[in-house]
């Protein structure tokens, strides 16, 4: 079993920052990538980025330039740096942790997430 928990969502305005940070627990040692998924009410959940424990990295092209995802083994924590945030990027952000080494798709594992509201 493994368990996740986001913090570091908030209210911004355009342009704005806001890290992200996923703590994982249990049985961490199944864990091989971990990533960060969005959900805006009415829209699809799509993925925004992901990164395996050897610091191998796949990001949406919507924010590719913007996020940068991090992952601090020692802590088990992954994190989600966001700068120039846009209103666009307003939507629910989840933690997800996966047992094989893949970018593409989610894992089992998903978080409590963490609203990310963007202003103009």
């Known amino acids: 079993q493994v368990q996740l928990v986001e913090s570091g969502g908030g209210f911004v305005q355009a342009g704005g920052s806001l890290r992200l940070s996923c703590v994982a627990s249990g049985n961490i040692f199944s864990i091989n990538a971990m990533g960060w998924y969005r959900q805006a009410p009415g829209k699809l959940r799509e993925l925004v980025a992901a990164v395996t424990s050897g610091g191998r990295t796949n990001y949406a092209d919507s924010v590719k330039g913007r996020f940068t995802i991090s992952r601090d083994n020692a802590k088990n924590t992954v994190y989600l740096q966001m700068n120039s945030l846009k209103p666009e990027d307003t939507a629910v952000y989840t933690c997800?942790?996966?047992?094989?080494?893949?970018?593409?798709?989610?894992?089992?594992?998903w978080g409590q997430g963490t609203q990310v509201t963007v202003s103009s």
């Open positions: 997800n942790a996966h047992t094989m080494k893949v970018l593409t798709i989610p894992g089992n594992y």
